[in-house]
């Protein structure tokens, strides 16, 4: 029937915006066991929409967990790759988190809220990171998982408060970049931190699920383009950002992905001993920028070979 929601499959989950996506002629595909918009119009549109205003993506398929009590950090500790002891009230910083052989199981981002710390880890690994915290537990620490009762939206470009001007309070727009605040919109708590992944200015907002419709109906409003996940994964490459399952997963340690700036080798966590010998062994691959000549666009896997036609990586 024409104009009608399309069944969703048994085996995967939605979003709460879902037929929001799909009434605006979103094609959807099955990402990390979500249904998820990977583009409206097409992916260049898209993707030069963020670059030269503001793109709205739905990423509410991020799973969203907040710890609080007495030994919230200390839970913490023991699995992030950052220092924590020197974050301070609405920051937020990018961290791993390492299995025992020094392999990368999600990179994530840490807030440190008024009332929580918050942790954002990627879609398909929010089980598993769920169930690794509870194997760590802390005495006097919970954690709660608000991945199904938020919406998670991000607004990114150079014309981003132009689309939540009106939105969210006048004092986002002169929060500096990973810092993040509370806000009381409507009687609801939101958390809204200035972030994103995808190299431009912007905002990420975690809102109650029932104002998700609303919400992102303001934000195209204000001038929004809706995107999809293709054009944010083309803006995250384009941007050298790595991707869990792409330029990290658990055979590629910090370092060799370029990111031991995340690593703190002074504080204990796990997987820090094998940490300590893998950044000494100089034969490991690490993950380097590549620009290639003519239109051809290089696919995950493909080998690299030298001059000589050897190969030297993929």
Same mark, same amino acid.
């Given at each position: 029937?024409?104009?009608?929601?399309?069944?969703?499959?048994?085996?995967?989950?939605?979003?709460?915006?879902?037929?929001?996506?799909?009434?605006?002629?979103?094609?959807?595909? !099955?990402?990390?066991?979500?249904?998820?918009?990977?583009?409206?119009?097409?992916?260049?549109?898209?993707?030069?929409s963020?670059r030269?205003?503001?793109?709205?993506?739905?990423v509410?398929?991020?799973?969203?967990?907040?710890?609080?009590?007495?030994?919230?950090?200390?839970?913490? !500790?023991?699995?992030?790759?950052?220092?924590?002891?020197?974050?301070?009230?609405?920051?937020?910083r990018?961290?791993?988190?390492?299995?025992?052989?020094?392999?990368?199981?999600?990179d994530?981002?840490?807030?440190?809220?008024?009332?929580?710390?918050?942790?954002?880890v990627?879609?398909?690994?929010?089980?598993?990171?769920?169930?690794?915290?509870?194997?760590?537990r802390?005495?006097?620490?919970?954690?709660?998982?608000?991945?199904?009762?938020?919406?998670?939206v991000a607004?990114?470009?150079?014309?981003?408060?132009?689309?939540?001007?009106?939105i969210?309070?006048?004092?986002?727009?002169?929060?500096?970049?990973?810092?993040?605040?509370?806000?009381?919109?409507?009687?609801?708590?939101?958390?809204?931190?200035?972030t994103?992944?995808t190299?431009?200015?912007?905002?990420?907002?975690?809102?109650?699920?029932?104002?998700?419709?609303?919400?992102?109906?303001?934000m195209?409003?204000?001038?929004?383009?809706?995107?999809?996940?293709?054009?944010?994964?083309t803006?995250?490459?384009?941007?050298?950002?790595?991707?869990?399952?792409?330029?990290?997963?658990?055979?590629?340690?910090?370092?060799?992905?370029?990111?031991?700036?995340s690593?703190?080798?002074?504080?204990?966590?796990?997987?820090?001993?094998?940490?300590?010998?893998?950044?000494? !062994?100089a034969?490991?691959?690490?993950?380097?920028?590549?620009?290639l000549?003519?239109?051809?666009?290089?696919?995950?896997?493909?080998?690299?070979? !030298?001059?000589?036609?050897?190969?030297?990586?993929r």
């Amino acid at each position: 029937m024409q104009g009608s929601i399309p069944p969703i499959s048994a085996n995967l989950r939605s979003t709460p915006l879902r037929e929001w996506h799909v009434g605006r002629g979103a094609r959807m595909v !099955d990402f990390a066991g979500f249904s998820m918009p990977v583009q409206y119009s097409s992916i260049v549109a898209e993707h030069m929409s963020v670059r030269n205003s503001a793109g709205m993506f739905d990423v509410s398929h991020m799973g969203r967990f907040l710890f609080r009590g007495q030994g919230a950090m200390e839970w913490l !500790d023991r699995l992030l790759t950052c220092r924590l002891s020197d974050l301070s009230i609405g920051q937020v910083r990018y961290s791993l988190i390492c299995g025992q052989h020094g392999g990368v199981l999600d990179d994530v981002l840490v807030t440190r809220w008024p009332d929580s710390w918050g942790l954002v880890v990627n879609a398909s690994n929010r089980t598993r990171i769920l169930d690794l915290f509870t194997s760590h537990r802390v005495p006097d620490a919970t954690v709660e998982d608000i991945s199904a009762s938020t919406v998670m939206v991000a607004v990114q470009g150079p014309d981003w408060w132009r689309a939540c001007h009106g939105i969210v309070p006048e004092s986002v727009a002169s929060l500096p970049y990973f810092r993040g605040q509370l806000a009381d919109c409507g009687g609801a708590c939101w958390r809204i931190s200035r972030t994103g992944y995808t190299g431009e200015d912007g905002v990420e907002i975690i809102a109650p699920a029932d104002v998700g419709t609303a919400l992102v109906d303001s934000m195209v409003q204000g001038g929004a383009v809706p995107c999809g996940l293709g054009a944010r994964d083309t803006l995250r490459l384009e941007a050298g950002m790595p991707l869990y399952g792409h330029e990290l997963d658990e055979n590629i340690d910090p370092f060799q992905a370029g990111l031991g700036r995340s690593v703190d080798l002074d504080k204990e966590f796990l997987g820090r001993a094998a940490l300590v010998v893998r950044k000494a !062994d100089a034969s490991l691959p690490v993950r380097v920028g590549i620009m290639l000549e003519g239109r051809r666009a290089a696919r995950q896997g493909d080998e690299v070979l !030298d001059t000589h036609g050897a190969s030297v990586g993929r």
